[in-house]
């Protein structure tokens, strides 16, 4: 039976690995079965967009062509997801570190801004995953393509857009993938000084206090080791440990913080203006799962349930908010203006379950750090090694991209050894770039002529979300630099 649970176990991650695709130069090489068809009808499809200079009779035509054309019938998937494996996918792919770190954006935004901004921030980033699917459904139907992922859609939105914008479809695509590359960098190294910090607090209690930075330098050669794998089916049974440790220590930290809760008078009910900028980005960071949403309905055995109202998405994404907010809410009333950067930080040191959870998630997510490596390695790989003709030369350029790349993450960790300054800061560039600013400029551009329904309701919306995004990678970026140059200010 066990074995049966193990095989089956390594089929899904299998399952996932082509999902992490993040930039392939061509739509077409989404389904290479159906690639011969999909560069007829691509081809096709881009003579009429490129000839019709956007006049609103032609693409009414269009679009009543594309309608004929549903791309979730034309997918042709060897291992289909179901609903629930979607549902536990998007799961997984929004709680990380990110979960660990809302008691200290509570702390940054106070009390009750914290709870109802969590809230409104989530429903935000939702609606902003739900822009990106429609958009990508349009453009699969304007292409004839069965599906793209994120960094295709920025390009084919631009490419099939205004005449004047079209010109700048390569720079989307490469901006999408620069941007999804700098975030799963940031998560690599925010995983990298999580596990030596929760180390450092062990040992520091039981033998001698040492510098942190030692931590990660010892960490470093396991770390390269276990990246050294691949092939994601490798790391299945690896990645189900993990995911079974991090289960057990989220729910012993929220027994701790469930213990002799204070009044809520004893903390701060609003935070200044001068650190809410710092809660937005530690808050953005935790929803980081808008780059998994495409490859996750994309590979769906009934993608029509992944949308909708009490579809996938919304159901996991509930789920996900009302986690990061009773984290947040219960860990900042519990240890108030004391809560560090990860609530695992401020568990008791003198009980032995609290150093437990600090071991097992320190483990955890030294074992999640090649998931997260799998992405930029993916995005960076083809361009290093196909400047390499043998096999054992393309071998020895990925071992030391590999290396190079890891070391990076060792040497940002080592210079910021700050856990919540450093979470901000990736969540600010990256994630509000990727979550917030991104969806609504491809929605504008790919409905400009179709247009954005009564008294443009949808472009105005689209503009206060961009404005939205803007505001908080620039403010955001602000703050976290600032407080990670001058630490003692905050």
């Given at each position: 039976?066990?074995?049966?649970?193990?095989?089956?176990?390594?089929?899904?991650?299998?399952?996932?690995?082509?999902?992490?695709?993040?930039?392939?130069?061509?739509?077409?090489?989404?389904?290479?079965?159906?690639?011969?068809?999909?560069?007829?009808?691509?081809s096709?499809?881009?003579?009429?967009?490129?000839?019709?200079e956007?006049?609103?009779?032609?693409?009414?035509?269009?679009?009543?062509?594309?309608?004929?054309?549903?791309?979730?019938?034309?997918?042709?998937?060897?291992?289909?997801?179901?609903?629930?494996?979607?549902?536990?996918?998007l799961?997984?792919?929004?709680?990380?570190?990110?979960?660990?770190?809302?008691?200290?954006?509570?702390?940054?935004?106070?009390?009750?801004?914290?709870?109802?901004?969590?809230?409104?921030?989530?429903?935000?980033?939702?609606?902003?995953?739900?822009?990106?699917?429609?958009?990508?459904?349009?453009?699969?139907?304007?292409?004839?393509?069965?599906?793209?992922?994120?960094?295709?859609?920025?390009?084919w939105?631009?490419?099939?857009?205004?005449?004047?914008?079209?010109?700048?479809?390569?720079?989307?695509?490469?901006?999408?993938?620069?941007?999804?590359?700098?975030?799963?960098?940031?998560?690599?190294?925010?995983?990298?000084?999580?596990?030596?910090?929760?180390?450092?607090?062990?040992?520091?209690?039981?033998?001698?206090?040492?510098?942190?930075?030692?931590?990660?330098?010892?960490?470093?050669?396991?770390?390269?080791?276990?990246?050294?794998?691949?092939?994601?089916?490798?790391?299945?049974?690896?990645?189900?440990?993990?995911?079974?440790?991090?289960?057990?220590?989220?729910?012993?930290?929220?027994?701790?913080?469930?213990?002799?809760?204070?009044?809520?008078?004893t903390?701060?009910?609003?935070?200044?203006?001068a650190?809410?900028?710092?809660?937005?980005?530690?808050?953005?960071?935790?929803?980081?799962?808008?780059?998994?949403?495409?490859?996750?309905?994309?590979?769906?055995?009934?993608?029509?349930?992944?949308?909708?109202?009490?579809?996938?998405?919304?159901?996991?994404?509930?789920?996900?908010?009302?986690?990061?907010?009773?984290?947040?809410?219960?860990?900042?009333?519990?240890?108030?203006?004391?809560?560090?950067?990860?609530?695992?930080?401020?568990?008791?040191?003198?009980?032995?379950?609290?150093?437990?959870?600090?071991?097992?998630?320190?483990?955890?997510?030294?074992l999640?750090?090649?998931?997260?490596?799998?992405?930029?390695?993916?995005?960076?790989?083809?361009?290093?090694?196909?400047?390499?003709?043998?096999?054992?030369?393309?071998?020895?350029?990925?071992?030391?991209?590999?290396?190079?790349?890891?070391?990076?993450?060792?040497?940002?960790?080592a210079?910021?050894?700050?856990?919540g300054?450093?979470?901000?800061?990736?969540?600010?560039?990256?994630?509000?770039?990727?979550?917030?600013?991104?969806?609504?400029?491809i929605?504008?551009?790919?409905?400009?002529?179709?247009?954005?329904?009564?008294?443009?309701?949808?472009?105005?919306?689209?503009?206060?979300?961009?404005?939205?995004?803007?505001?908080?990678?620039?403010?955001?970026?602000?703050?976290?630099?600032?407080?990670?140059?001058?630490?003692?200010?905050?």
């Open positions: 039976m066990g074995n049966v649970k193990l095989i089956d176990l390594i089929r899904k991650m299998s399952e996932l690995q082509p999902l992490l695709q993040s930039d392939r130069p061509e739509a077409s090489e989404i389904r290479p079965e159906l690639r011969a068809e999909q560069e007829e009808n691509t096709e499809s881009i003579l009429d967009i490129k000839n019709d956007g006049t609103d009779n032609d693409a009414a035509a269009q679009s009543s062509q594309q309608t004929e054309y549903n791309p979730s019938m034309h997918r042709t998937l060897d291992h289909p997801t179901s609903n629930v494996d979607t549902m536990i996918h799961l997984k792919g929004n709680i990380g570190t990110g979960i660990l770190a809302m008691p200290d954006a509570f702390r940054n935004a106070g009390l009750y801004v914290g709870l109802f901004g969590t809230l409104i921030l989530g429903a935000i980033c939702t609606h902003c995953m739900h822009m990106l699917v429609r958009c990508s459904h349009e453009l699969c139907q304007r292409l004839q393509q069965p599906a793209l992922n994120f960094p295709e859609v920025g390009y939105s631009f490419e099939t857009g205004p005449a004047a914008l079209r010109r700048y479809s390569i720079i989307a695509r490469r901006m999408i993938t620069t941007f999804l590359f700098i975030t799963q960098m940031g998560f690599c190294c925010v995983y990298f000084l999580f596990v030596a910090l929760n180390v450092k607090e062990v040992i520091d209690h039981y033998f001698a206090k040492l510098d942190v930075r030692l931590y990660l330098f010892i960490l470093l050669g396991p770390m390269i080791l276990i990246n050294l794998l691949r092939n994601l089916k490798y790391l299945a049974p690896v990645s189900f440990f993990a995911a079974i440790l991090t289960v057990t220590g989220l729910s012993i930290s929220f027994f701790y913080m469930l213990q002799n809760l204070p009044r809520t008078d903390v701060k009910p609003v935070g200044s203006w650190t809410l900028p710092l809660y937005f980005g530690t808050a953005i960071y935790a929803f980081e799962g808008i780059g998994v949403v495409l490859p996750l309905e994309n590979n769906m055995k009934s993608p029509q349930d992944f949308g909708g109202i009490t579809g996938v998405l919304n159901t996991g994404m509930v789920i996900v908010a009302c986690l990061y907010t009773s984290v947040g809410f219960f860990g900042y009333l519990k240890y108030g203006e004391n809560v560090k950067g990860s609530i695992t930080l401020n568990l008791p040191q003198d009980h032995i379950l609290s150093q437990l959870v600090r071991i097992a998630m320190a483990i955890a997510i030294f999640s750090y090649p998931l997260q490596f799998y992405v930029p390695m993916n995005i960076v790989e083809p361009v290093v090694v196909n400047h390499f003709e043998t096999n054992r030369a393309q071998y020895l350029a990925n071992t030391a991209l590999r290396i190079v790349l890891i070391t990076f993450t060792f040497i940002l960790a210079c910021i050894p700050n856990l300054p450093i979470i901000s800061l990736v969540g600010a560039i990256s994630s509000s770039a990727l979550a917030l600013i991104a969806p609504p400029i929605e504008i551009i790919t409905f400009w002529a179709a247009g954005y329904g009564r008294y443009n309701w949808i472009l105005w919306k689209d503009f206060a979300i961009l404005m939205f995004g803007i505001s908080g990678f620039v403010f955001g970026t602000y703050a976290s630099t600032a407080q990670i140059l001058y630490p003692s200010i905050n």
